[in-house]
């Protein structure tokens, strides 16, 4: 997905939520939709679809299937314009808020549970680090089963946010599942090209 210097918090949208009401509330709003890529599994690629903003802007719909959600972000190089539309985004549609997605985490039981619901905490994390978040991503990294291990992992990339680059490297200096192990020296490289 081509985003610009800033860019606002994945708005993670709810079931409720339909094309329909997503392209109705573009319009409203005067965006110019710019056209779709179609998913492509073969080579790891979702579905997306763009539309140009006024000001500069772009938005962009993402049918994430590595998370199984579908999300909306904005961006552009106004970072404040970027936080203003995204806020606009917020209160139409029914997404999930982070305090939501929080709940979800702290209700959730079974580990497949707890995986998903990790899994979207890092994707709609908000654009700094926030320690109710960071938290609960840490306990995540900290749980016995190896699943949740791993999404807390796929979460820390999915926010970007720098904090994670020390638990990151505790857990693979540690981690006894391949996979994981895996996921994590990926994450650090990541992270680190992203914040060099």
């Not at 802007?57 to 994430?64: E, G, K, Q, R």
């Not at 490297?169 to 650090?188: K, N, Q, S, T």
């Amino acid at each position: 997905m081509a985003v610009g210097p800033h860019t606002g918090r994945r708005l993670i949208l709810r079931d409720s939520v339909d094309n329909a009401g997503i392209r109705a509330f573009a319009g409203a709003e005067g965006w110019t939709y710019r056209g779709d890529i179609e998913r492509d599994p073969a080579n790891h690629a979702f579905y997306e679809a763009k539309w140009s903003l006024p000001g500069g802007l772009s938005a962009h719909f993402v049918a994430d299937e590595f998370i199984d959600a579908r999300y909306l972000v904005v961006s552009g190089d106004d970072g404040a314009r970027v936080r203003e539309v995204s806020a606009r985004v917020e209160a139409a549609l029914d997404v999930w808020s982070v305090e939501d997605l929080e709940t979800e985490f702290d209700v959730c039981v079974y580990p497949f549970e707890q995986a998903r619901s990790v899994l979207l905490l890092g994707a709609g994390s908000p654009e700094r680090a926030v320690d109710s978040v960071v938290m609960r991503v840490l306990e995540a990294l900290r749980h016995k089963d190896p699943r949740v291990r791993r999404a807390a992992v796929q979460a820390m990339v999915y926010a970007e946010w720098p904090e994670y680059r020390q638990p990151l490297a505790e857990l693979a200096a540690h981690e006894a599942d391949p996979e994981v192990l895996r996921e994590a020296e990926i994450a650090l490289r990541v992270l680190a090209e992203r914040h060099e």
